[in-house]
């Protein structure tokens, strides 16, 4: 089987922009998380979206949303970046919710 | 705050040396799981326990959880130099509104 993938690798971004990753899972998981890692904050559940379904979120702010489409295809969007924006975004795909999950290798976002 | 603290935060070993992670949580969980990252990549899960076993093991990992302790510990029995990563416990806590939430981890340095 295929590994989670994510898209694209690395991004660099201006404060004010916005940007869309994005993240395929396993075939055949429907629940895709997104995390994300910085050094200060370490890692931070943001959502979880299973059969397009949001089913849970983080403590983020608005400006961090999500989607997953009906292929269990995930996206989600970051509007009005900031410095501290500037992490690695791990996207997770699971069989069950919550059971062991399978990482992408992320997306490395700078916002300068 | 983090749902999971490790500790330590970080240990250096000399190769063939066991190494001991411990996690502590706060609320009750249905399972803990632990997992590896390499520098700057995904993570990789290593185990899961369930909230009602005691001890896991798989291959030369050995995971102990007290519940009643609210606590686990990872053991690594025969380090390797391709052991050094950072480790995460995440653990799913059990509450109508659960979300994954990984610790603060712990950085493994494995010395030839």
């Known amino acids: 089987k295929a590994g989670v993938t994510q898209t694209p690798r690395y991004l660099i971004k201006t404060r004010g922009q916005q940007v869309t990753l994005s993240c395929s899972p396993i075939s055949g998981h429907r629940s895709v998380s997104w995390y994300q890692q910085t050094p200060g904050q370490g890692l931070q559940f943001l959502f979880e979206y299973f059969s397009e379904t949001q089913r849970n979120k983080g403590n983020f702010p608005g400006r961090f949303s999500g989607r997953q489409f009906s292929n269990s295809r995930s996206e989600m969007n970051v509007s009005t970046l900031e410095l501290g924006d500037s992490a690695l975004y791990l996207c997770?795909?699971?069989?069950?919710?919550?059971?062991?999950?399978?990482f992408g290798p992320g997306t490395r976002l700078t916002v300068l | 705050s983090q749902q999971g603290e490790e500790d330590p935060q970080a240990l250096s070993i000399q190769e063939g040396e066991n190494a001991t992670m411990n996690c502590s949580y706060k609320t009750s969980i249905n399972n803990l799981q632990w997992y590896r990252q390499n520098s700057g990549r995904g993570l990789v899960h290593l185990i899961l326990?369930?909230?009602?076993?005691r001890e896991k093991h798989s291959g030369r990992l050995r995971v102990t959880l007290d519940t009643s302790k609210k606590s686990s510990s990872l053991l690594i029995t025969a380090s390797r130099a391709a052991d050094t990563a950072s480790y995460f416990c995440?653990?799913?806590?059990?509450?109508?509104?659960?979300?994954?939430?990984f610790g603060s981890g712990t950085r493994l340095s494995i010395r030839p």
């Open positions: 997770a795909s699971s069989g069950r919710t919550y059971n062991e999950q399978f």
């Open positions: 326990i369930r909230s009602n076993e």
């Open positions: 995440a653990t799913d806590p059990y509450s109508s509104a659960s979300k994954i939430i």
